[in-house]
């Protein structure tokens, strides 16, 4: 269980989001797009992590937040291509998607600014879907992690416009092409 709400602030995003995995119950609080401050309450044992959340979210929405719907989410992909007929090109970009999809949905996590929906390798590319509040914070965070860790070649990276158009975000003012 997830749930993510935003307030605009003057030029600002806030975020606040609630889950439920590995743990309880954590919550992050900040500014989009920027790494939040996680915290990890205590439950009674008697206690439900839906019912607080619940009760949380009420508080938040008093204060002005509103509820993040996946429909109102903007869908990002990363892609890298790769020779169809070369199996080794094959392995190294698998592994190299997978890399990327964890650094990826970490990063969008604790920036408060969305998660990662897939990854699908094959047919000459890798290709990891995501699903963010606002693409060009979550372009700005995806391009600074993916340079942090030296995986910027060979990517490219994309919003989608209309279904199934996109418009390319690097490399600038290419035509990107889903595979």
């Not at 000459?124 to 993916?146: C, Q, R």
Request: some cysteine; proline content about 2%.
């Amino acid at each position: 269980m997830m749930i993510r709400m935003i307030k605009k602030n003057g030029k600002e995003t806030l975020y606040w989001q609630a889950w439920n995995y590995k743990f309880p119950l954590s919550i992050l609080t900040g500014t989009l797009g920027k790494e939040g401050i996680e915290e990890r309450p205590s439950l009674r044992f008697w206690e439900s992590p839906k019912k607080i959340v619940k009760k949380l979210a009420k508080e938040k929405a008093n204060l002005g937040y509103e509820f993040v719907n996946d429909k109102d989410m903007n869908k990002l992909v990363v892609q890298y291509r790769y020779e169809e007929a070369d199996e080794a090109q094959f392995e190294a970009t698998e592994k190299k998607c997978f890399d990327v999809e964890d650094i990826i949905e970490e990063a969008l996590l604790f920036t408060g600014n969305g998660d990662v929906s897939g990854l699908e390798v094959g047919a000459g590319a890798g290709t990891i879907t995501i699903f963010v509040v606002d693409v060009e914070i979550g372009f700005n965070t995806i391009w600074k992690k993916l340079s942090e860790h030296e995986l910027t070649e060979g990517v490219e990276i994309a919003y989608e416009q209309e279904q199934d158009s996109y418009v390319s975000l690097y490399p600038e003012d290419a035509e990107f092409q889903l595979v």
